[in-house]
T-cell receptor, first 112, second 113 residues
Framework: RKEVEQDPGPFNVPEGATVAFNCTYS??????FFWYRQDCRKEPKLLMS???SGNEDGRFTAQLNRASQYISLLIRDSKLSDSATYLC?????????????FGRGTQLTVWP | SQTIHQWPATLVQPVGSPLSLECTVE??????LYWYRQAAGRGLQLLFY??????ISSEVPQNLSASRPQDRQFILSSKKLLLSDSGFYLC????????????FGEGSRLTVL
């Protein structure tokens, strides 16, 4: 079983739509969670961390459910510039390096 | 501020040829350094990580190797490339604070023919 599983996508939505991505992780001892964004043929960049109580950054809302080992990302009022691949990332526990496990990513295309 | 650079950005190599990708970090000392590979349609796979000069750990057995000759320099190499080595190679660093954020270089896209 993979460490991190994501919706495969792709998601194609019109501008202004609300879209949600889901992710599950296999290691119940995982300690930290993130969403990264990767533009086409570019390097991934941190979008936001995911906190236990849920957190919001502008149009982006991240949720964590430790009991279900489930992470989500909600994007409201989608913009054309939101088109990218979104990577779910989990940090393993017990590693001084903070070992990060990446999902395959969910591709989003926002159309005008 | 910290920056990370890797090169070359793109390369096309024949099967059996050698490989050398270089990564350098500026503006930080003693960073943890990583090499990842992203194959088409796949997630990022950790290949090597290093916590200091001369200290390399390998995650996946393969025909690739890594070296860290200086604190801020990380090199990925191969003596003989395979077709399966094609992919997008990313160097990354993480500072001492365990925030979980990795900073990636611009990536090197390798095509083995």
């Amino acid at each position: 079983r993979k460490e991190v599983e994501q919706d495969p996508g792709p998601f194609n939505v019109p501008e202004g739509a609300t879209v949600a991505f889901n992710c599950t992780y296999s290691n119940s001892a995982s300690q930290s969670f993130f969403w990264y964004r990767q533009d086409c043929r570019k390097e991934p960049k941190l979008l936001m961390s995911v906190y236990s109580s849920g957190n919001e950054d502008g149009r982006f809302t991240a949720q964590l459910n430790r009991a279900s080992q489930y992470i989500s990302l909600l994007i409201r009022d989608s913009k054309l510039s939101d088109s990218a691949t979104y990577l779910c990332v989990v940090m393993g526990r017990g590693s001084t390096l903070g070992r990060l496990y990446f999902g395959r990513g969910t591709q989003l295309t926002v159309w005008p | 501020s910290q920056t990370i650079h890797q090169w070359p950005a793109t390369l096309v190599q024949p099967v059996g040829s050698p490989l050398s990708l270089e990564c350098t970090v500026e503006g930080t000392s003693n960073p943890n350094l990583y090499w990842y590979r992203q194959a088409a349609g796949r997630g990022l796979q950790l290949l090597f990580y290093s916590v200091g000069i001369g200290q390399i750990s390998s995650e996946v057995p393969q025909n690739l190797s890594a070296s860290r000759p200086q604190d801020r320099q990380f090199i990925l190499s191969s003596k003989k490339l395979l077709l399966s080595d094609s992919g997008f190679y990313l160097c990354a660093w993480k500072g001492e604070t365990n925030t979980g954020e990795l900073f990636f270089g611009e990536g090197s896209r390798l095509t083995v023919l």
